[in-house]
T-cell receptor, first 113, second 114 residues
């Protein structure tokens, strides 16, 4: 079982719709959860992070965390063609000796004009 | 320069060459990382440095040799690489804020080994 799992996609949504990206993780001791956006040929760019159960909103983005279900999601409202990218879910362990993130393989989002 | 910078941005090398990748962070962070990103694979952690000390080595072959002379600079020395080492090499840095600790990435070095 992969430590961080994401559907590779592509997830195709029309412009203006809500895009929903999902991620599950295997380590119950995970502490923090991150969403990065990566355009083709570019490096990952942080969108937001969440570490408490529930929702966290930042502009058009909402991260949702359910630790009991080991599930984290990212909602993108009013999707734009410029949101077309690969979205990487990353998880940080509670182990204070381990600061690196574990990444999923990413979900490719396509927003159709 | 701001954030995390990496040089060179592109590198083509033969299997017998020796080259080095450089990373510099201007964020005052105390940890730096090397990741490898191959096509259609997740980001793979290679090395972690915390206050210049290597704290993680993710079973990386010895043909990759990291160096961290201070908290702001990180190098990856390359020698006798294989074609399968062709990938995007990403540097990142972070500051220890516990659960809020967030990694910021440099632009990456696109490496092609012939």
């Amino acid at each position: 079982q992969k430590e961080v799992e994401q559907n590779s996609g592509p997830l195709s949504v029309p412009e203006g719709a809500i895009a929903s990206l999902n991620c599950t993780y295997s380590d119950r001791g995970s502490q923090s959860f991150f969403w990065y956006r990566q355009y083709s040929g570019k490096s990952p760019e942080l969108i937001m992070f969440i570490y408490s159960n529930g929702d966290k909103e930042d502009g058009r983005f909402t991260a949702q965390l359910n630790k009991a279900s080991q599930y984290v999601s990212l909602l993108i409202r009013d999707s734009q063609p410029s949101d077309s990218a690969t979205y990487l879910c990353a998880v940080k362990s509670r182990n204070t000796g381990r600061r690196a993130l574990t990444f999923g393989s990413g979900t490719r989002l396509q927003v159709q004009p | 320069e701001t954030g995390v910078t990496q040089t060179p941005r592109h590198l083509v090398m033969g299997m017998t060459n020796k080259k080095s990748l450089k990373c510099e962070q201007h964020l005052g962070h105390n940890a730096m990382y090397w990741y490898k990103q191959s096509a259609k694979k997740p980001l793979e952690l290679m090395f972690v440095y915390n206050f210049k000390e290597q704290t993680e080595n993710n079973s990386v072959p010895s043909r990759f040799s990291p160096e961290c002379p201070n908290s702001s600079h990180l190098f990856l020395h390359l020698h006798t690489l294989q074609p399968e080492d062709s990938a995007l090499y990403l540097c990142a840095s972070s500051q220890d804020w516990g659960e809020r600790e967030t990694q910021y990435f440099g632009p990456g070095t696109r490496l092609l080994v012939l």
